[in-house]
């Protein structure tokens, strides 16, 4: 089994229409994030999160929020998706501080906002 | 605004040959410094880390890490169709800064 989980997979939704994007993990880790990628664009980090008490905005909170639910479960919400937010999402996950620290992706979800 | 620059490529190589990618970040404060690969579509998947000076290598892959010229970069000896793909660097400080990554093609 995936050590990190997403779903949905792939979502075609509407403009205007909520939409909440689930990430799961079996690491361990206290460290989660969720970024979107874009063509030329890289990875850019939304929002992030070092324990189930800790939310952090990242580069582009804008028009996303978040929830952390348990250590294991992060969701990403899009509470009225526009055209601009169509990327790729992905959550990852990753140990503490100190040492190599790496991030652990999940497989992405793929939103297309028409 | 703390930065991870990279050429975005795409660099072509041919099959056998030493792929060079290079990485330039603005913190001088940064401590862990990744390499990830990124297949189109797919997830990045971690290749290397480095946090010391100097080079570390793991099978084909060397990476080279100088923090007085903020410069990182990833050797990949004999390479391989299979390479190509986006290299992604990062730059870990409080968070995991990534790149834009450089579009690397083998030429069989």
């Known amino acids: 089994d995936a050590d990190v989980t997403q779903t949905p997979r792939n979502r075609i939704t509407k403009t205007g229409k909520r939409i909440m994007l689930e990430c799961s993990q079996t690491?361990?880790?206290?460290?989660m994030y969720w970024y979107r990628q874009d063509p030329g664009l890289g990875l850019r980090l939304i929002y992030y999160?070092?324990?189930?008490?800790?939310?952090n905005k990242g580069e582009i909170s804008d028009g996303y929020s978040v929830s952390r639910q348990a250590q294991a479960k992060f969701s990403l919400s899009l509470e009225s998706a526009i055209p601009n937010q169509t990327a790729l999402y992905f959550c990852a996950t990753s140990g503490p501080e100190a040492g190599s620290s790496e991030q652990y992706f999940g497989p992405g979800t793929r939103l297309t906002v028409t | 605004q703390k930065e991870v620059e990279q050429n975005s490529g795409p660099l072509s190589v041919p099959e056998g040959a030493i792929a060079s990618l290079n990485c330039t970040y603005s913190?001088?404060?940064?401590?862990?410094f990744f390499w990830y690969r990124q297949y189109s579509g797919k997830s990045p998947e971690l290749i290397m880390f480095i946090y010391s000076n100097g080079d570390k290598e793991d099978g084909r892959f060397t990476a080279q890490l100088n923090k007085a010229s903020q410069y990182v970069s990833l050797l990949i000896r004999d390479s391989q169709p299979s390479d190509s793909a986006t290299y992604l660097c990062?730059?870990?400080?409080?968070?995991?800064?990534f790149g834009k990554g450089t579009r690397l093609h083998i030429l069989p």
């Open positions: 913190d001088r404060g940064s401590q862990s």
């Open positions: 990062a730059v870990r400080d409080d968070k995991i800064i």
């Open positions: 999160s070092f324990d189930v008490k800790d939310i």
């Open positions: 690491k361990g880790h206290d460290r």
